[in-house]
């Protein structure tokens, strides 16, 4: 299984740094931000010690297709409202397709954007536009647009207008899917019926438009529109219902990244990466993760 969790990446060892945290939590895989999410505020990519990091990925059999770029938060290509925001968004949108050429990765997480009270016809017409300017010329990059949970104005609550975003975009080959558990249970889709939910994205999308997953239990009930992630296992969703996405076949070949909350702010991914690979919940994961840290 490809397996593993946002990591940071940051001063002074960025790109290295990254893997070798995600290494400590058992990981094959991982996803990382190119600054801190909530800011545009990037350092030159000649500080991520990129040599060095693919230097000790291939020593150790790390896989570069296992890492996963996230865009951050605050792009938002669906605002029509205020024009200087979505011309940000396109810009750091470009940016940032560099910076994960740079970092020889190939996909790309989305938020696809808000409409902010314009209505969300507005608002996906608008990521489309700027979907097809970023991406007119590009090859060997994919834009995975996240499944959102529909908290506020936000576009890609459900699979329909994730397809029409996909039908509006031209160069079919740079546009995927990320699908987060969290997100589409709080949107309302069943996942104790997983079998059902994924027929209706191979229905709708087509599975070949999934790229990627994001695998988090949810602090809401099916369908609140919250997203709230909680721990593997100790939310809404279940762990039985996790491990049943997490080892279903026709998945199998998708990187999984955790985007679990911290205990106390210490990371938890080692012990639930664990959880995953032995397929047993424990029932003492906050008691482990805290622990670990008293010695
Ligand atoms: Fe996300
Ligand atoms: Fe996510
Ligand atoms: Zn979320």
């Known amino acids: 299984m490809k397996l593993g969790s946002h990591v940071s990446m940051s001063a002074p060892d960025y790109l290295l740094g990254a893997v070798k945290e995600a290494v400590s939590y058992g990981a094959n895989a991982m996803m990382i931000y190119s600054g801190a999410p909530q800011t545009t505020k990037r350092v030159s990519t000649s500080l991520f010690k990129i040599p060095e990091a693919h230097q000790y990925m ?39 397709i560099n910076r994960a050429k740079q970092l020889q990765v190939k996909i790309i997480v989305l938020h696809p954007g808000s409409h902010v009270q314009a209505g969300s ?3 996906l017409n608008k990521i489309i536009e700027g979907l ?3 991406l007119n010329d590009e090859k060997d990059i994919i834009i995975a647009l996240e499944t959102m949970a529909g908290k506020g104005s ?10 029409y975003i996909i039908d509006g975009v031209q160069n079919k080959q740079c546009i995927g899917v990320c699908l987060d558990t969290c997100h589409i249970w ?5 996942l104790t019926q997983f079998e059902n939910v994924l ?7 087509g599975l070949h438009y999934l790229k990627v997953l994001h695998i988090n239990d949810s602090k ?5 529109s919250k997203d709230r992630h909680e721990n593997i296992g100790f939310g809404h969703i279940g762990f039985e219902n996790l491990i049943e996405i997490l080892y279903h076949p026709k998945l ?6 955790l985007e679990t909350p911290y205990i106390n702010d210490i990371p938890p991914y080692k012990e639930e990466i664990a959880m995953i690979k032995t397929k047993k919940f424990n029932a003492n994961l906050r008691e482990d993760v805290l622990s670990k840290n008293e010695n």
């Open 58 to 96: 291939d020593s150790i059999g790390f896989d570069k297709e296992n890492i996963i770029l996230h865009a951050p938060y605050i792009i938002n290509l669906g605002n029509t409202v205020k024009p200087e925001t979505y011309a940000l968004a396109v810009d750091f949108l470009k940016q940032e």
């Open 121 to 123: 016809e507005a608002g």
């Open 132 to 134: 097809n300017t970023v």
């Open 154 to 163: 936000e576009c890609g609550r459900s699979f329909e207008e994730i397809k």
């Open 186 to 190: 709080d949107a309302g889709y069943d």
């Open 199 to 205: 027929d209706q994205f191979d229905t709708i999308i």
């Open 220 to 224: 809401n009930s099916l369908g609140a």
């Open 252 to 257: 199998m070949h998708l990187v999984k990244i």
